[in-house]
């Protein structure tokens, strides 16, 4: 009997000191984008390639902003007071604002201001605590993205700017004319290649926030137009001198528009892709997939119908196309070691670092 009670404790603790041994490391990373060689013949588009699949991997950006975002609203409504705050160094993420929320009486926002008070001011407070960051809404990310400043092992996190060391190398690269798109780390444990968790990662441009909503509205105005002039035309029983009505010039002319109307992603950024880092025949190895995409303007010829001729006749119009480089990297690296891997159109350095706990 005592043997059926003791022995799961014992595979517990077993377990426990498994996790506390397992290697922790620091990844850093530093994207830039490289001017593309003239001379280059080489064809780096990801056309030919599938496009990458995010499914099992870990936003990790979109979690630090979302943990910086519950500070600042439990600050703002008066739940925890910061500056009563000490000793957080012994506490983790948001615990280490959790475990000594102070509540203020000094702001309930639930209470009728006072007569004193204008409404206006209070109403704004009330507004600025409700503000919540969608980073999918930003036109840009900051080259190296928010982060709280943690010190454990006790989940995946991403790294704050005090936190990253290659600080130095960011500035030479810009005092070379060089474009950093994205500066950033994580804290992660060993892992094989089945169980790492790859790591979502964007920076530079969110494209689908720079194709502002007045743009498509714009757009849709131009569609209406046209099809209203299409029916005017219908009416009136123009007729191309092939025989062909113009109904049937208009189904030409949209159908080549949807052609080249560029399909852009919930989030398409300028430098988008996924990166794993795992344990390999007792080395360290990486895997990253990264786009690197770019609005273009291309000049696509389409017919149109003209109504005086009474014929389709050719247009040039020009179009936002979605250009997209892959770069794909799949080799051991060594830690501690400063690692650069190169390819025309972007350049990474890459430093793992073992995480001492």
Known sequence: MITKYVLPIVLLNASFMANANLRWFDIELIFFERQLDS???????????????????????????????NIKYKECTGELDITLLQDESS??????????VIESSEANFSETPPEDEPLSEYDDNQLDCEKNTNITKLESLPLTPEALTQEHTDYIYLLS???????????????????????????????????ATP???????????????????????????????????????????????????????????????????????????????????????????????????????????DQVQGSLMPEQLTETVLKTDRFSQFRRVISSEIHYFDHPRLGVIMQIRRYNH
């Open 161 to 195: 700017e005090e936190q990253l060391e290659l600080n130095e190398t960011v500035k030479r690269l810009k005092q070379r004319g060089l474009k950093p798109l994205l500066h950033t780390g994580w804290r992660q444990p060993e892992s094989n290649i089945r169980n």
């Open 39 to 69: 001379e280059l013949k080489e064809d780096l588009s990801a056309d030919d390639f599938a496009a990458i699949d995010y499914s099992k991997t870990k936003d990790i950006i979109a979690e630090a902003y979302q943990e910086i975002q």
């Open 199 to 305: 790591m979502y990662l964007y920076g530079g441009k969110n494209l689908s926030a720079v194709v502002s909503e007045d743009e498509n509205d714009k757009s849709l105005e131009q569609m209406l137009e046209e099809y209203t002039q299409f029916e005017t035309s219908y009416e009136m029983g123009y007729t191309s001198e092939e025989g062909l009505t113009e109904s049937y010039a208009q189904d030409v002319t949209d159908t080549n528009k949807n052609q080249v109307t560029p399909l852009l992603t919930q989030q398409t950024w300028q430098l988008q892709g996924k990166f794993k880092v795992f344990i390999r025949h007792n080395y360290l190895n990486i895997e990253a997939d990264f786009d690197l995409n770019d609005l273009t303007e291309q000049t696509v010829e389409q017919l149109d119908f």
């Open 91 to 100: 506490l983790v993420g948001e615990d280490r604002f959790e475990r000594k």
